[in-house]
């Protein structure tokens, strides 16, 4: 279960939600008039979450260069995306 809190009071309990989330693995979705705008979750779970990310990058790059066709230059690439 995710645990909202608004901004607000969040500010004002910003110590005691830190330990919450670095020493007891609780989640906090942060809220602003009632809409989700953030959110304060452990190193472990930021880690996992940047992992999963990488997987899924490396997967759409073997996709990728699977696909048939020239590859395109990466000089061509950072200028086309304008890098």
């Known amino acids: 279960m995710l645990n ?3 901004t607000a009071d969040a500010r004002k309990k910003l110590s005691n939600l830190i330990n ?3 020493f007891g693995n609780e989640s906090f979705v942060l809220t602003r008039r009632g809409e989700p705008v953030a959110a304060l979750v452990s190193l472990n779970e930021l880690k996992l979450l940047q992992d999963i990310e ?7 790059a073997w996709k990728a260069k699977k696909e048939p ?15």
């Open 54 to 60: 990488d997987q899924i990058d490396i997967e759409d």
């Open 4 to 6: 909202k809190i608004t």
């Open 69 to 83: 066709g020239d590859p395109i230059p990466w000089e061509e690439l950072k200028k086309e995306l304008e890098l």
């Open 20 to 22: 919450r989330v670095a």
